[in-house]
């Protein structure tokens, strides 16, 4: 093979080799773009909080109740109908079974507490089906 088919060969590998790179760049552009976009994704207690507002349900932040105050994605108080509520939004199933155990340990709820997947709600009086409804409603994103 003379030096002018090497150069050639050399030639084309390069080639390829540069494209190679520039995909990989471009997949690692994309990925770091799709990453920063769900960084701004806001957490499940302001996606709840946003639900409440559009329904022009007034809502407050979760103080002196330290069995909702441990759950790992925040918890708020409201009132639907006239029914107080503690709404606690555990990181996992397990987290809202603890946080579902916590407040049994600590009182007689009874029909007053109840567990969504990862929500977990503590009614002052037990819920009707209409308040029942709209919290789920509002609480269906953090349920995943």
Known sequence: MSAVGLEDGRRAENRWLIGGLVAVAIVFVGQLAGGLVRADEPSYLAKVETCLTERSTAFDAMVGDPVALSADRGALRTSVGGNGVT???????SDARRIFGDYEAVGSPGARLEQRRKVVFLWDQPPTGEQRDFMVLCTLDAQE
């Open 87 to 93: 709404v606690a939004l555990g990181g996992s199933e």
